[in-house]
């Protein structure tokens, strides 16, 4: 039993069931966060572990940021709760201007909610009632993706190719496509940045619209890299491809930006990074730098002008949450989107892109590395699995870095990275170091 352990031995583990956790093993070993500050958490023990991960991709402005602590502290003074049906605060309207000035142009509209599970849900209702609202209620499936993570709502499951998130739960909704994913080591391993090969596989989708009818879909939704998947970085081409496709035959197309948001790629998002601009981006995560859960969806005003129909005292889109645009949240995402500002992350994000490349890429002829893949201030480690035993060696890794100092994520054999933008050269160095030592150790 680890010294974690041993500090909170008199802590009832059993009647918490912790999501995506293997919770028999973890209650017995536990790994307990009690504080954090900037780059590092502490333990239970009082070891200080380096953020790899930005939490779990949301952290951008790293942990408990004084103005935003400062900013949530003072608006639960004020205004600890308002109804977001019929009801409104000042700040929220706000934020929507700030955000819809963030934007690509012409998404000027913006809806709230709590997470980036229910940005997708949201998102995907809204495609579904626009065609209806526009009189093409025929268009009812949705593509997603394989290895694509939508969140862990109905619909965003349906939407979503991984195997394990789908499988315990039955049929799901109905009439949904998968566009084959873009990963493939014989042509990309060890790529820096965007891979040369693959945008041709964006002309699967013209292969799914020519067996079941454009006049049937609704939407694509693709991450502009898939993160839970594998850090899956998108062929150069390939989200131009996309958007061509959709364009021509009126499909909407959805950027899931829940973890591109906010400067992961060195720009507001993924959208302007890539000059690809979609019809609705799904957001959460960074939008306050993780501190108190929120998520939008962004949109293209044509969309909200649809339903901006019959007599004005009818609500026209039945849906939202008791939550959305909470107060504490909002004035965290004020305060997010000012630090962002006032300490220019997004510049410095993209100006460390090169350095990380370098840092991550020398891990290159370590045992059991396949293929290494970045973008931004994101990377991805990929290692062989180890005979009839999947994950196992990642797993280890996680362990391993974690023991040493550094928190990293594990999807699959691959360790994930994407740490806080206010990350220095020198934390890369030992993050980076740190990992070769683990992999000189790894069986």
Same mark, same amino acid.
């Given at each position: ?122 998102? =995907? ?47 799901? =909704? ?24 693959? !945008?041709? =596989? ?41 958007? #061509? ?25 993924? !959208? ?86 370098? !840092?991550?890429?020398?891990? !290159? ?37 974690? =023991? ?24 890369? #160095? ?14």
């Amino acid at each position: 039993m680890s010294t974690e352990a041993l500090v909170y031995r008199e802590l009832n583990l059993e009647p918490y069931w912790m999501p995506f956790t293997a919770n028999r093993a973890f209650k017995k070993d536990p790994r307990l966060f009690v504080s954090a500050r900037g780059m590092y958490y502490q333990t239970a023990d009082g070891r200080q572990v380096m953020d790899g991960m930005s939490g779990m991709w949301c952290c951008n402005a790293g942990h408990c940021h004084p103005k935003l602590v400062q900013a949530v502290q003072a608006q639960v003074m004020e205004l600890d709760y308002a109804p977001a049906f019929q009801m409104g605060h000042p700040r929220i309207f706000e934020l929507a201007e700030r955000l819809a000035n963030l934007a690509p142009e012409g998404l000027g509209r913006v809806f709230f909610t709590n997470s980036g599970s229910e940005s997708v849900d949201t998102a =995907l209702k809204i495609a579904l009632g626009y065609h209806s609202a526009r009189g093409e209620a025929g268009r009812t499936r949705l593509v997603g993706r394989a290895r694509g993570y939508h969140g862990v709502g109905f619909g965003g499951i349906t939407v979503g190719g991984i195997g394990n998130n789908r499988k315990s739960f039955g049929p799901l =909704l109905p009439g949904a496509l998968h566009l084959p994913h873009t990963h493939d080591l014989e042509h990309n391993a060890f790529s820096r940045g965007q891979p040369a090969w693959g !945008a041709h =596989l964006a002309d699967e989708l013209e292969n799914l619209i020519a067996v079941n009818d454009a006049s049937t879909i609704a939407a694509v939704i693709v991450e502009p890299f898939a993160g839970s998947g594998g850090v899956l970085i998108p062929p150069r081409g390939y989200l131009e491809r996309l958007r #061509e496709i959709t364009s021509r035959h009126g499909i909407l197309l959805i950027f899931d930006e829940v973890i591109t948001g906010f400067g992961r790629f060195g720009a507001s998002f993924a !959208a302007e990074r890539f000059q690809v601009t979609p019809d609705l981006i799904t957001t959460a995560k960074g939008l306050t730098s993780g501190m108190v859960p929120m998520g939008a969806v962004l949109l293209r005003d044509e969309i909200y002008d649809a339903f901006m129909h019959g007599p004005q005292p009818a609500i026209e889109l039945f849906h939202g949450y008791t939550y959305s645009g909470h107060p504490l949240a909002t004035a965290a995402a004020h305060a997010a989107l000012d630090v962002y500002a006032e300490e220019d992350l997004f510049a410095r994000a993209k100006s460390l892109e090169v350095v990380w490349e370098e !840092a991550l890429h020398s891990l !290159a002829g370590k045992p059991h590395v396949i293929d290494i893949r970045n973008f931004g201030l994101v990377g991805a480690i990929e290692l062989e699995p180890r005979p009839d035993a999947p994950t196992a060696r990642a797993i280890d890794a996680f362990e391993k870095a974690y =023991l040493a100092g550094v928190l990293v994520r594990t999807t699959g054999d691959t360790i994930a990275l994407a740490p806080p933008l206010i990350i220095e050269e020198k934390e890369i #160095e030992r993050i980076v170091a740190t990992l070769a030592d683990v992999l000189s150790h790894l069986d």
